[in-house]
């Protein structure tokens, strides 16, 4: 029978107890007018990045919507548009827990 020195039986008890983090990361890219995108993370420590980029044509302009449940997520969506006759962006953006950051850049 093999005996565990204590720095071993120290590291096997560390790595035994030390929860799992999720780190997903999500990232959408969408080009083109009326265009939507959703994305749910669970967990905590993710990253989700939405870049909406309208071109031509008439519409509501594009919608995003985030949800993240846990801490430390971060969330960051981006919407422009060439300036044509689309009627505006709408971003959601929900989270829960702590140390969550959000931002929302609409040109």
């Known amino acids: 029978m ?4 204590p720095l071993g039986a120290s590291a096997l008890a560390l790595a ?21 995108a959703t994305t ?18 008439t519409g509501t302009g594009e919608n995003s ?10 969330a960051i969506v981006t919407q422009t548009d060439d300036g044509e006759t689309q009627s505006g962006h709408v971003s959601t953006i929900e ?3 702590n140390g969550n950051t959000a931002t929302v850049n609409q040109n």
């Open 2 to 5: 093999k005996k565990l020195t």
């Open 65 to 74: 919507e985030i949800d993240q449940t846990g801490s430390s997520n971060t």
């Open 40 to 57: 749910t993370q669970l967990e905590s420590g993710n990253t989700a990045t939405v870049t909406q980029n309208g071109t031509g044509g």
């Open 95 to 97: 989270q829960s827990g």
């Open 16 to 36: 035994v107890a030390t929860p799992a983090f999720a780190q997903n990361q999500s990232t959408i890219t969408q080009n083109g007018s009326n265009a939507t």
